[in-house]
Nanobody, 121 residues
Framework: QAQLRQSGGGVMRAGGSLRLSCEAE?????????????VAWYRQAPGKQRELVAV???????DYAVSVKDRFTISRENAKKTQYLQMNSLKPEDTAVYYC??????????WGQGTQVTVPS
């Protein structure tokens, strides 16, 4: 039962840009419950473990993996219950399945369905 719906992704040349979106199901999340949740993006490359890419906490703190800092930007639009990942200067090593993630203040966790991002070398 999807509660986070992802969109975006695809194939992009090295140096290009893509934006991922992740919308929380309106019937499952109120404005308050979404805006106080931590939201994040993870990715998993073939044969590798899932890794954290970027996070915005409910308090507004932002952090990035070293490998994407200064290239990727995470943001959220609470009124739309949506989080975004803007990916610039893409590299072949960014190729992975990207997942959005949300953790409510009460601790419940949710994942998006995943979307493939491919940057050919």
């Amino acid at each position: 039962q999807a509660q986070l719906r992802q969109s975006g992704g695809g194939v992009m040349r090295a140096g290009g840009s893509l934006r991922l979106s992740c919308e929380a199901e309106a019937s499952k999340f109120t404005f308050s419950s979404f805006s106080t949740s931590d939201v994040a993006w993870y990715r998993q490359a073939p044969g590798k473990q899932r890794e954290l890419v970027a996070v915005i906490t409910g308090g507004g703190s932002i952090d990035y993996a070293v490998s994407v800092k200064d290239r990727f930007t995470i943001s959220r639009e609470n009124a739309k219950k949506t989080q975004y990942l803007q990916m610039n200067s893409l590299k072949p090593e960014d190729t992975a399945v990207y997942y959005c993630y949300l953790r409510r203040s009460q601790g419940n966790e949710y994942w998006g369905q995943g979307t493939q991002v491919t940057v050919p070398s």
